[in-house]
């Protein structure tokens, strides 16, 4: 909903870069908060039938996704709202939003 209702935004002429928590340790402290979430099967939905399924690693998404929203709450508090909007509409475009789907029927066909 949020990528729905987000304006396009438009990029700053600004350098500064967020502080960045390192992968390694946000992946950690997610896989400790969430013990039981593991890896999951994943298919190409517009692949070929014959072709085999890929592993998703459900911590590694969601520090994924985590590490991006963390900026772009950076970016709208140290940049700007137009800057923060245009991140998180190409973030979720080119980066996370298919994980983020992936990520979604994962936990879906856990609780149910």
Same mark, same amino acid.
């Given at each position: ?38 890896? *999951?099967? /994943?298919? #190409?939905?517009?692949?070929? %039938?014959? $072709? ?6 459900? &911590? *590694?998404? /969601?520090? #994924?996704?985590?590490?991006? %929203?963390? $900026? ?6 140290? &940049? ?33």
């Amino acid at each position: 909903m949020a990528y729905h209702e987000a304006p396009e935004g438009s990029v700053a002429d600004d350098e500064r870069e967020p502080p960045i928590e390192d992968f390694q340790v946000r992946y950690a402290r997610l896989g400790q908060r969430f013990p039981e979430y593991g890896f *999951y099967a /994943l298919t #190409d939905p517009v692949g070929p %039938l014959h $072709e085999t399924g890929r592993i998703g690693d459900s &911590i *590694y998404d /969601l520090a #994924d996704v985590a590490e991006d %929203l963390d $900026e772009v709450v950076w970016r709208h508090e140290n &940049i700007g709202p137009d800057d923060a909007h245009w991140h998180f509409k190409l973030w979720f475009r080119g980066y996370w939003g298919t994980p983020l789907r992936n990520l979604s029927g994962y936990l879906h066909a856990r609780t149910w």
